[in-house]
């Protein structure tokens, strides 16, 4: 069995991303530790096999920690999963209490973490074994119970070291979004504020103001609610004061790139007013549309890949019990690998579509083995 990538991981704030952090390092044998200023989400961390509590439990508000500091502590990384308000505030007691490790966090804007991280730590030692990191994968729901081992799978994990960041520190953030099957992407703070402001903050904004629309429509138009709406509203579920933290905390790019969206929304509600003014209107609509469609084909896919190399398969699925298994055997027995997969439940129908993405290269073979197990290919 080969050796794993760290002697222990220490991680502060056992919620759903530090959880998730903690199942993803167990996957590859590393010793975690777990603490949680909530005692019953502790609890529960511990009791999904996340690792076991620190003894003693934190100290919260005090710069130096609980108890001395201790060199022969085999702690090689810490990692704080607290939310954004107290970030600072706790990587700081982190780099006093655990004087031989690396610290970093998973928080979502990375200037302020360490402006506050700075302040707290002015009077203690390490700032160098600091290294900020934002695995780029996450849920709108909150917590523990909604952790999960796979969440960092294929996605891309920002690094942003600062000035006087040791590179051993970074090469231990590195191998933390490795063993957790992420990606590494380093950047310096700012220009990770600057990219999530447009790929996360600006979408977030756009699903509430959106899914804040539904609050006074009619029940007899939400029956109507197709996937379109729920791929648009459903980071819209996020926790609102988390989220009031993240974009406070990143206030001036989001507020720059949401006037820049409001003048565009403005300007296809005046062409679809104009419409009848003549062609130009619509033609100016039509770039609009246009300019979407070219944005969208921008996004990478899983593993960084262009979207384009994964084709989709969509699947009518019996609304029976191991239906799904069976489908996802069939296309196993074919070596077809599933890429991603979406459901689309379909409230009133005893089926479901099931849209296998696979590269482009397997469809042939997969289109094949799917009617020769009878299975029912849409389009
Ligand atoms: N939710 C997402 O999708 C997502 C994705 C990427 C990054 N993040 C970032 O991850 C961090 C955690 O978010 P989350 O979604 O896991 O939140 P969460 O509410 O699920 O978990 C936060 C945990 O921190 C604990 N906590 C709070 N203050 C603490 C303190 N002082 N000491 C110890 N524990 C403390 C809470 O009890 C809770 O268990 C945030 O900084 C957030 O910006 C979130
Ligand atoms: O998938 C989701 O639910 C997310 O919103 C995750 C998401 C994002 O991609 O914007 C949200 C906030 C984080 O800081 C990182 C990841």
Redesign the pocket.
């Known amino acids: 069995m080969t050796e794993p990538p760290f002697r222990r991981v220490v991680v502060i704030g056992a919620g759903l991303m530090g959880t998730s952090v903690a199942l993803a390092l167990r996957r590859s044998g590393v010793e975690v530790l777990l603490e949680d200023a909530d005692p019953g989400n502790l609890r529960v961390a511990v009791s999904l096999g996340a690792g076991v509590p620190v003894t003693p439990p934190v100290s919260s508000g005090d710069a130096t920690g609980g108890g001395p500091a201790d060199l022969s502590d085999p702690t090689d990384l810490v990692v704080v999963g607290v939310p954004p308000a107290a970030l600072g505030t706790v990587i700081a007691e982190a780099l006093a209490r655990f004087p031989a490790a690396a610290v970093t966090d998973v928080g979502?804007v990375k200037a302020a973490a360490l402006a506050d991280t700075r302040a707290h730590a002015s009077a203690g030692p390490g700032l160098d074994r600091y290294v900020g990191g934002?695995?780029?994968?996450?849920?709108?729901q909150s917590g523990p119970l909604a952790a999960r081992a796979d969440l960092f799978d294929g996605r891309a994990w920002a690094v942003t070291p600062h000035v006087d960041s040791r590179p051993d520190a970074v090469a231990a953030v590195d191998q933390l979004a490795r063993t957790c099957g992420a990606f590494p992407v380093q950047l310096s703070p700012g220009e990770h504020d600057e990219a999530?402001a447009l790929?996360?903050h600006l979408?977030?904004v756009a699903s509430t103001v959106v899914a804040g629309l539904l609050t006074t429509a009619a029940e007899g138009h939400l029956v109507l609610a197709g996937q379109g709406l729920r791929d648009v509203t459903?980071?819209a579920g996020?926790d609102p004061e988390l989220w009031t933290q993240?974009l406070s905390a990143n206030a001036e790019p989001v507020a720059r790139l949401l006037h820049e969206a409001a003048d565009n929304l403005h300007r296809v509600a005046h062409n679809l007013e104009k419409r009848d003014a003549g062609e130009a209107g619509l033609a100016d609509l039509r770039n609009s549309l246009e300019r979407g469609a070219t944005g969208v084909r921008r996004l990478p896919g899983k593993h960084g890949a262009r979207p384009e190399a994964f084709s989709p398969v969509p699947v009518l699925l019996p609304d029976r019990p191991g239906e799904l298994a069976r489908l996802f055997a069939d296309v196993g027995a074919a070596g077809v690998n599933i890429e991603d997969v979406r459901i689309d439940h379909s409230p009133n129908t005893p089926a479901g579509l099931v849209e296998l993405w696979v590269h482009q290269d397997t469809v042939p073979a997969l289109l094949e083995a799917l009617a020769h197990h009878g299975w029912d290919v849409h389009g």
């Open positions: 979502s934002h695995p780029m994968a996450g849920s709108e999530v790929v996360s979408p977030q459903r980071i996020g993240i």
